[in-house]
């Protein structure tokens, strides 16, 4: 079974705050993929990062960073300096090699204020 | 620039009616869901098809039918909807290395049952 726990329901910043979203994974799968989706107020998912079960290395565009940890089964998201635009709901999804769909966790709601 | 068009964008329904939801890609993938979101739910995948002649049951079934009618096009059908079934549904679609290819999302398509 595979599963994805994003703890946090709801988180609100202030403009200009560093912000971090948890993303805990449950798999039995060797290979599998891990994935974050932004949906914006207007509803369609936008695709931001997918990451491999071999590759570790962090990553960061722009404002965005990716830390990913096999030891805790982790997969954090962090927003440096918010905005108002990057208010949405954020979606972490896990796909493993014994399965065709993305397992999504409940989401986190993020409202940026100015 | 379209990716995956899903059609209508809204519906009511009255309980007991029935409706089909129709998605197609242009992205020429193998690959096509249908995933429903409720609130506080996450994503849940409904049903998928592998690839063109092949359907599959996804977590949450149960009051659905699909139609792969051909590499591009993925319908759900609700043969008599219940208020349950009010949601927002998405489909997407991959390419045939699902491991590794993103899943690509349609705008959605918000379904009322009365």
């Known amino acids: 079974a595979q599963k994805v726990t994003q703890a946090q329901t709801e988180i609100s910043v202030v403009e200009k705050e560093d912000v971090t979203l948890d993303c805990v994974y449950e798999?039995?799968?060797?290979?599998?993929?891990l994935f974050w989706y932004k949906q914006p107020p207007s509803g369609e998912l936008v695709f931001l990062i997918r990451?491999?079960?071999?590759?570790?290395q962090n990553e960061i565009s722009g404002r965005y960073s990716w830390n990913f940890q096999k030891s805790t089964s982790s997969f954090n998201f962090t927003i440096t300096a918010s905005q108002v635009v990057d208010s949405a709901v954020y979606f972490c999804?896990?796909?493993?090699?014994?399965?065709?769909?993305?397992?999504f966790g409940k989401g986190t709601s993020l409202l940026v204020t100015p | 620039n379209a990716g995956v068009t899903q059609t209508p964008k809204f519906q009511v329904l009255k309980t007991g009616q029935s409706m089909t939801l129709q998605c197609a890609q242009d992205?020429?993938?193998?690959?096509m869901y249908w995933y429903r979101q409720d609130p506080g739910m996450g994503l849940r995948l409904i049903y998928y098809?592998?690839?063109?002649?092949?359907?599959d049951k996804g977590e949450v079934p149960n009051g659905y039918n699909v139609s792969r009618l051909n590499k591009r096009e993925f319908s759900l059908r609700l043969e008599s909807a219940a208020p349950s079934q009010t949601s927002v549904y998405f489909c997407?679609?991959?390419?045939?290395?699902?491991?590794?290819?993103?899943?690509?999302f349609g705008d959605g398509t918000r379904l009322s049952i009365l």
């Open positions: 997407a679609s991959s390419d045939l290395d699902t491991l590794v290819q993103p899943q690509h």
């Open positions: 798999t039995r799968d060797t290979t599998y993929y």
């Open positions: 990451r491999n079960s071999f590759d570790e």
């Open positions: 999804a896990l796909r493993g090699d014994s399965g065709y769909a993305l397992n």
């Open positions: 992205m020429n993938h193998n690959s």
């Open positions: 098809s592998a690839s063109e002649g092949t359907t």
